[in-house]
Each structure stands twice: as structure tokens, then as C-alpha cells.
């Protein structure tokens, strides 16, 4: 049996490790080593890469050996909407204000929820709303606009 | 009797109008946020630490502390009421107290809890300030080697006590390590894994890591089975145990203070692991034992005082030795360094007031959680019954507008969403974030304490093993990770975190 398929964990956990490992060792490269008397700015770093690799070689062989479990269920509408809703907000909060992109970030990220109703998620984005104006931007004077940009302000 | 005048210290700065307000506003923005499940103390206080940056440092961190031990209170209400664990400490809590809720004692398994709260709280309030200041003494001897072992020692402990592999808990560490090093280095001006980013030159801000690694990836992780979670909440009658209940929840709590004090101490756990120990070592040692899992009283009574004793100890390593032992504790030294305060062996004899006025707040705050979780438990009990999906939208925008408050940047809430991601990636693939975000804490510290070190040796690698006390501490830490991968006690520790 392949490893991906036996023990996914450690072979993906040993993967990711090995791939960041020698990217930073490969970054690292650019600066100055110096000495362990007088350690550059690549010194510490590229230790750690070392070692990063070497976990991630130790992960990768270890999913050949011994078998492990599976990943288990994967919210990706929740992934995708989370993510989604949140990149969104950062995207918009300038231009448009918070006047709508958090009605927009509320509801996005709602309808995630399998128990998603359009009534009450509405209902909650104008309470939060109504809130955070309040709070954030007039209380505690958050530089956010609440009509913004795109609104000629 | 320095200390006397040491704690008339605390109690007049915690005692005064603001400071008293601060208390009241953490403990009971703790207890909220324990009682909510899906929203943990590190969240929250990722969240408010922009909102600290205008008040006092004592204020400041008297509020941050008051919302770490007072969600341990909280946790434990939704735990018995519901049997969801409002807080990861409460897990445990949930197995015997929901019985008890099921059976009608549920007034008297809150009492339990909080009573064991405050005994725990109490008593981890005077190890404080017992074995905190000759702590600081010793480490004020510290040379830049024994640092550097300590850290090591600390991030060791912490991969022992992750859940879960070993392994993936010692490259998570690196990981950890390694990202806290993005930035400009300090000794040579250099920009190091920026990728040309001027966002980026002066790191990753460890707030937004944080709040995506524990914000949004917990939103992500609840929203796998949320068909499962239970919505009964059980009916609340009489508060008060019978005088068979108290009895048998003294030596429980005893046991459970002084197991959560320990195990508190400890790097990379806080107030989790002490509960899950307290239960399992009641469990042994309990004439009770027989009735574990079908509402015993001791299941209650012995995790509760533990996570709540663990809590406070925790700041223990964080106020003598600047080194965070866990997440919660790294954001206290984010708002200590923000409030211009160098965390360190240093700070009590600098800082006193700050010192012995967070010390004394502690038992402040207990007291006022008592009154905030037994009088007022109706008012929780109906939060208790607020859904899941109307709570999750809400954080997520307090995130979001919380993590663009702290540099007025939209960079911010895109890096967020980032980590968002790969913690929910790391989550599934059985990698704990916690072990990570303390490395991140320490990395660049790690770094410096390493580079002094062997400037003070000469390049010499061995002096890490022939100063006695750096040699203990690296000791100390390889006799961890070896012990917690001897297969005995590997096959108790899978069991102890299984439970």
C-alpha cells in the first residue's frame, strides 16, 4: 500500500516540513554566514533548516513503516467560506466601508453553517454592524470607514 | 516580612477604582468567553490586546490575566450544563458533570466547580508570590547560555506535552522558530525571508498569527460536525451541595490544586494537561472510583481546581524568566513589550507595583468570580443556549477588525486569513499550533542568547554542557523527550490526552 494512503499524516506532515525547510535553507544562501564567534544572519537560520528537513525525513519514512490514521472528514465549505469571507472584508473594508463589508463578511461566513437561515444571519449582520460602528469606530476610533472610498469619501 | 509589604503593594494598586474596574471587566469578559464554546482565551485576548495598547500597563495586564483564569470558571458551566467543554480545560469536566446535570445536581456540580475554582485560585495566588521572587533572583544570575538551555528546555517540554506525534510537535517547533525569524535581523540590518514584502520587514505580527491559527481554524474545525452538537441545556434547581457532597469534594479539590499548581508550571501546557491529570489521578486513587463517568462529585471537583490552579501558576515562568509556557502567556508578553515593559528577572525588582498588583488582582478576581458564576449562573445559563452559528460570524468579525486595528493595514487581515488556513492544514494533520507559536515567541530570542553565547566562548559549542546549570537544564530537557518516548509511558501519554 502507497504511504499517502496508509499513514497521510506523517507523509504529508514530513512533505510540508521537508518543502519549507529547503526553501529557507535555499533563502538563506543570500546572507552572510560568518562564524560561530560571530554568527551572520544566515547561521541560525540555516541550523534550522537542517533540522526542519531532517523531521521531515524522519516523518516521510516513518509513513513507509509504520501505518497511521486517516485524515478524517474536511469542512471545505467551511474552508472555502471562511477564507473566502475573510479575504473579502480585507479586500472591500477601504473601498466600501463597513457599512458593507461587514453585513457581506456576516453573512458570507454564515452561510458555512449547515444550519444556515438567511432570516437571522440578516438580522445578526445589522446588530453587529450597528455594533461595531459604535464601538470600534466612534468608541474606540478604529481608522475605518464607514462609507468609504467608492462613495467619493 | 518583605512579602507582607510586598502584598500591601499589590493590594493597593489593585485595589484602586480602575484597576478594580479592569479586574471585573477581564473576569467577566472570561467567564463569557469560557462559557461560549469556540471561543478560547487566546482568541479573545489576540483580539483586545490592540484596545490594552491605550490604557495603563498594570490595567492592561490585570484585565489579560483576568480573562485566562476566569474562562476556566466558565468553561467548566457549559461542560456540566450541556456537555460541551465550553473551554479545552474543561473537557474532562463534562464527562462526570453532565451526569451530575443529568441526575439533577446541577447547582450542586457548579458549586463544586467553583468553589474548587476559588480554593485553587487562592492557593495559586501564595505559591506566586512565594516562589516567583527567589525565582527571579536566581535567573537574574543567568548568563546568555543558561537562556539559551532554558528556551530549549522549554520548547522540549512543550513537544512532550503536545498531543498527538512526537515528531510533527518537534517540526512544528522548528517551523515556529524559523517563521519568528522574518524580519529584519537585528545584528546585521539584514531583511531575512521578507520576499522583498515592506509589510514584512518588521516580522509577522505574533497577534495575527494568533488569531488565524486559533481563531479562524478553530471556526473551521467546528464547523466539520456541527450537526452532533448537543443544544439541551440541563435545568438549574438548588445550588447547594448536601452534606455528603461536601464532604467528599475535600480531598479532591487538595489533590487537584496541588496536582493543576505543578503541572501549571510547566512550558507549552497551562491549565490543560493539570485537569486531564487531576481527573485521571482521582480517578486511581478516589474510594469512588466506581462511580467515574456516571456523575461522581470528586470528577468534578478535582479538574476544576486544577485548571484553575494550573492558570495562574502559569505566569510563574512568564513573569520571573520572561519566557512564555504558553500561548496565552506569550500574548502577555506581547502586551508587556507593546507597554514598553522588557519581560525578564527584572521586572519585579523594576516594576514591583506591576509585579505584586497583577499577583494580588488574581485573588481579587477569584472573588469576584465566585459571585459572577454562582449568584449570576442564570445569566450564563441562557448564553449557554445561544447557537453555534450565530457565534462564529461574530468572532470572525471581531478578528477582523481587531487585527486591522493593530497597524491600521488591510496586510494584516489577508496574513490572518493565511494562517487561518495552514492552521486548519496543521489541525488536521495532527499538528498542534501551540508548540509553534511559542517557538515563534522565542526565535528571535533564541537566537541572540545563542549568538552571545558562543561570542562569550569563543565559538565554542560545549559551554551549553560545562556550565552546571545550563548543563541541567538541557538535561532536564532530554530526559523529557527520552521519558516520553520510552513506549510505556508513550502508550500513557496517547491515553492520558485520549480521555
Not at chain 2, 334 to 348: D, E, H, K, L
Not at chain 2, 376 to 397: D, E, T
Amino acid at each position: 500500500m502507497n504511504p499517502i494512503a496508509r499513514n497521510p499524516k506523517d507523509f504529508l506532515t514530513g512533505c510540508i516540513y521537508i518543502l519549507v525547510g529547503a526553501g529557507a535553507l535555499i533563502i538563506s544562501r543570500d546572507y552572510d554566514m560568518g562564524t560561530a564567534v560571530k554568527m551572520g544572519p544566515a547561521y541560525f537560520p540555516t541550523l534550522l533548516s537542517g533540522l526542519l528537513i531532517a523531521i521531515g525525513i524522519i516523518s516521510v519514512l516513518r509513513s513507509f513503516v509504520k501505518s497511521g490514521t486517516p485524515i478524517g472528514v474536511v469542512a471545505w465549505k467551511g474552508v472555502v467560506m471562511i477564507l473566502a469571507a475573510t479575504l473579502l472584508f480585507g479586500a472591500i473594508v477601504r473601498g466600501a466601508g463597513v457599512l458593507l463589508a461587514l453585513p457581506l463578511l456576516v453573512i458570507l461566513s454564515a452561510a458555512a453553517s449547515a444550519r444556515f437561515s438567511w432570516k437571522t444571519s440578516i438580522a445578526e449582520a445589522v446588530g453587529i454592524t450597528v455594533f461595531c460602528i459604535f464601538v470600534f469606530i466612534e468608541g474606540l476610533g478604529v481608522p475605518l470607514p464607514i462609507l468609504g472610498s467608492w462613495f467619493g469619501n | 516580612m518583605e512579602l507582607i509589604a510586598n502584598l500591601g503593594l499589590g493590594l493597593s494598586t489593585s485595589l484602586t477604582p480602575l484597576n478594580l474596574l479592569y479586574c471585573l471587566a477581564g473576569v467577566f469578559l472570561g467567564t463569557l468567553i469560557g462559557v461560549l464554546p469556540g471561543l478560547g482565551p487566546t482568541a479573545t485576548i489576540a483580539m483586545l490586546l490592540p484596545v490594552t495598547f491605550t490604557l495603563p500597563p498594570v490595567s492592561a495586564l490585570i484585565m489579560l490575566a483576568g480573562i485566562y483564569y476566569g474562562s476556566q470558571y466558565g468553561g467548566s458551566t457549559t461542560s456540566i450544563l450541556v456537555n460541551v467543554p465550553g473551554e479545552a480545560a474543561s473537557v474532562v469536566t463534562a464527562l462526570d458533570g453532565y451526569q451530575m446535570a443529568r441526575r439533577g445536581r446541577a447547582g450542586a456540580a457548579l458549586t463544586t466547580a467553583a468553589v474548587g475554582s476559588f480554593f485553587a485560585g487562592t492557593v495559586a495566588t501564595v505559591i506566586l508570590a512565594l516562589f516567583a521572587p527567589p525565582l527571579a533572583t536566581v535567573a537574574l544570575k543567568f548568563g546568555p547560555a543558561e537562556f539559551f538551555s532554558l528556551m530549549v528546555l522549554g520548547l522540549l517540554a512543550s513537544i512532550v506535552l503536545a498531543r498527538g506525534s512526537l515528531l510533527h510537535a518537534a517540526g512544528m517547533v522548528v517551523l515556529g522558530l524559523l517563521l519568528g525569524l522574518v524580519g529584519t535581523d537585528v545584528n546585521s540590518g539584514i531583511q531575512r525571508f521578507t520576499f522583498g514584502l515592506p509589510r514584512l520587514a518588521d516580522g509577522i505580527g505574533f497577534v495575527v498569527v494568533a488569531m488565524g491559527m486559533f481563531g479562524l481554524a478553530e471556526i473551521t474545525r467546528n464547523l466539520e460536525n456541527e450537526e452532533t452538537r448537543s443544544t439541551v441545556v440541563a435545568k438549574v434547581s438548588n445550588l447547594m451541595p448536601t452534606r455528603e457532597e461536601w464532604k467528599r469534594m475535600v480531598s479532591p479539590i487538595l489533590r487537584g490544586t496541588a496536582i493543576g499548581s505543578a503541572l501549571g508550571i510547566l512550558p507549552g501546557s497551562g491549565s490543560i494537561l493539570g485537569s486531564f491529570a487531576a481527573y485521571a489521578i482521582e480517578k486511581k486513587v478516589s474510594k469512588n472510583s466506581k462511580e467515574f463517568g456516571k456523575g461522581a462529585i470528586e470528577g468534578v471537583a478535582a479538574p476544576e481546581s486544577a485548571n484553575n490552579a494550573g492558570a495562574q501558576t502559569s505566569f510563574i515562568p512568564m513573569l520571573t524568566l520572561g519566557i512564555p509556557s504558553n500561548p496565552v502567556m506569550a500574548l502577555m508578553i506581547g502586551a508587556m513589550i507593546i507597554q514598553g515593559i522588557q519581560p525578564g528577572p527584572s521586572v519585579i525588582t523594576e516594576q514591583p507595583q506591576l509585579f505584586w498588583g497583577i499577583i494580588v488582582s488574581m485573588w481579587v478576581g477569584n472573588l469576584f468570580l465566585v459571585v459572577l458564576n454562582l449568584p449570576m449562573i442564570g445569566m450564563w445559563v441562557r448564553l449557554v443556549s445561544v447557537p453555534y452559528q450565530m457565534l462564529f460570524p461574530a468572532i470572525l468579525v471581531f478578528c477582523g477588525i481587531g487585527v486591522f486595528s493593530l497597524n491600521n493595514t488591510e496586510f494584516d487581515i489577508f496574513t490572518m486569513a493565511f494562517f487561518g488556513l495552514v492552521g486548519y492544514l496543521f489541525v488536521k494533520l495532527d499538528c498542534e499550533p501551540a508548540p509553534m507559536l511559542l517557538a515563534y515567541i522565542l526565535g528571535p530570542m533564541m537566537e541572540e542568547y545563542l549568538r552571545r553565547a558562543l561570542l562569550i566562548s569563543r565559538g565554542d559549542p560545549t559551554v551549553f554542557f560545562t556550565r552546571p546549570i545550563s548543563a541541567t537544564l538541557l538535561a532536564l530537557g532530554a530526559l523529557a523527550v527520552v521519558a516520553a518516548s520510552l513506549p510505556a509511558l508513550h502508550k500513557k501519554r496517547e491515553e492520558a490526552f485520549r480521555e
